[in-house]
């Protein structure tokens, strides 16, 4: 993934691909499920992101209305819509990161 400032590791096993902003998790790919995208997302958004599209639904083992998941193998989701919802995960969390931090890369 190229946006600035990210880092990827597998925390969780070889079968789970995570992204990080300054060490918070906004994208993680959950190969375990098939072809997966788990997104750390505005809970004040959630209904609004289910609602919209059909294949995006509450992350599987992730805190209820802070991740949201959908397949890229099974749901007729476009790469422009997939780059959408990957993006304002990125800034969802770029943006909660403390000031410091956010000023380091300013």
Request: proline share 5%; hydrophobic share 40%.
């Amino acid at each position: 993934m190229s946006k600035p400032y990210v880092t990827e590791d597998m925390p969780f096993g070889s079968e789970y691909v995570v992204f990080r902003i300054g060490g918070k998790i906004f994208c993680c790919l959950a190969l375990v499920l098939g072809n997966v995208v788990q997104l750390k997302w505005n809970p004040d958004e959630f209904d609004e992101a289910i609602d919209k599209y059909s294949y995006v639904c509450q992350a599987w083992h992730w805190h209820k209305r802070h991740m949201i998941q959908f397949d890229l193998d099974e749901a007729p989701i476009t790469e422009a819509v997939a780059k959408d919802l990957i993006d304002r995960a990125y800034s969802y969390v770029r943006g909660r990161l403390p000031k410091k931090i956010q000023a380091q890369w300013s």
